[in-house]
């Protein structure tokens, strides 16, 4: 499913996540608070899990190109577009295939307890061993009636709240409480509802939407 998606949808669909800064402000400066560079002089890894095109990756080497990015996805072909776009330098960035929902534990592509940062924009899983001890997982989802569920029609409901979309993606729609159950094992810096109202004005068109983001740390003593 998702090789067919990439490969009708490579660089075209989602758009550039240009808000990440204002968002998650942690990705461009280090852990510890201090300068762009980590304290230690130790460069910055960031691990983006479900890395698609290659959407936040990018951007967040085109803001901070001393950091080094891990890629990965479930889609050899997402893979594949991300390997492919002018960008994409290896001495910057490794992109792979990996299904963070295996058993079979860290990807061999990144030392175990290496991540300074991971970034799971749409799909957390199994990523307590990857982040280094005081490492920190920024996460953002679909919140709990979004406007994308109230508009689903008859024959998307796969069970609670988990829906297959128009274009065969399937999405689980969380509330705060589920959040805070995922990631149980971290010290929680952030776990909001986020709720804002777009405005098309071209067309007229309220959109209400609603994702759930938060910021969730390794303990610093594992």
């Known amino acids: 499913m998702w090789d067919k998606f990439y490969s009708n949808h490579s660089q075209n669909f989602f758009m550039d996540r240009h808000w990440l800064k204002q968002e998650f402000p942690e990705l461009f400066k280090p852990v510890d608070g201090s300068s762009s560079s980590n304290a230690d002089g130790s460069r ?6 479900g890395c698609g095109a290659g959407n936040t990756a990018f951007p967040l080497l085109a803001e901070d ?21 002018p960008a994409y330098n290896e001495t910057q960035c490794k992109s ?26 749409f799909l957390p899983e199994n990523i307590y061993n990857i982040l280094k001890p005081g490492g920190i997982c920024l996460f953002r989802d679909y919140g709990r009636y979004d406007m994308a ?6 024959g998307r409901l796969l069970d609670d709240n988990f829906y297959i979309r ?17 990631f149980a094992r971290f010290e929680t810096i952030q776990n909001v509802v986020d709720r804002r109202l777009l405005v098309n004005r071209s067309r007229q068109i309220k959109m209400y939407r609603v994702w759930m983001q938060g910021k969730f740390r390794k303990p610093i003593n594992e």
């Open 96 to 121: 792979f295939v990996y299904d963070i929902t295996s058993k079979s534990g860290v990807p061999p592509e990144i030392p175990p307890g290496s991540v300074d940062i991971c970034v799971c924009i």
């Open 166 to 182: 128009g274009d065969w993606n399937a999405g689980l729609l969380f509330t705060q409480e589920e959040v805070g159950q995922f």
């Open 44 to 49: 910055k890894t960031v691990f983006e899990i």
């Open 65 to 85: 190109p001393s950091m080094f990015v891990y890629a990965a996805d479930f889609s050899s072909t997402a893979v594949e577009v991300v390997k492919n776009n």
């Open 149 to 154: 569920q109230l508009r689903f029609k008859k």
